[in-house]
């Protein structure tokens, strides 16, 4: 059974940090681009950062790009959120998902081409 889920959020003061994980099982990190996406209340879904599934491509949004590094190891079938410099923006639910993919360097930070979730990790950034 395919099965991704996200671990390591809390509360964190502003400026702080926290590294999100998200496990993996049941499919082959291999052949799957995997994304983070969070979602604030009242917001929309919005795509964080995702990495290929070769691991050598990744992608951010505008917002958090210089502060998040995202990375994986395949072996232990994990993908990582760092998370550094966080601000009460932050803020929210965060999510990765896994898009199967036939292409090593392919990357997508839209979350209609992912068709696999998590159940999603609280972070919440404030004094």
């Known amino acids: 059974q395919l099965q991704l889920v996200e671990s390591g959020g809390g509360l964190v003061q502003p400026g702080g940090s926290l590294r999100l994980s998200c496990a993996t099982s049941?499919?082959?990190?291999?052949?799957?681009?995997i994304g983070w996406f969070r979602q604030a209340p009242g917001k929309e879904r919005e795509g964080v950062s995702c990495?290929?599934?070769?691991?050598?491509?990744?992608n951010y949004a505008a917002s958090v790009k210089g502060r998040f590094t995202i990375s994986r190891d395949n072996a232990k079938e994990t993908v990582y959120l760092q998370m550094n410099s966080l601000t009460p923006e932050d803020t929210a639910v965060y999510y990765c998902?896994?898009?199967?993919?036939?292409?090593?360097?392919?990357?997508?930070?839209?979350?209609?081409?992912?068709?696999?979730w998590g159940q999603g990790t609280q972070v919440t950034v404030s004094s």
């Open positions: 049941g499919f082959s990190l291999d052949h799957h681009i």
């Open positions: 990495i290929s599934s070769s691991g050598g491509t990744s």
């Open positions: 998902a896994a898009q199967p993919t036939l292409h090593p360097t392919a990357v997508n930070l839209e979350a209609p081409g992912y068709a696999y």
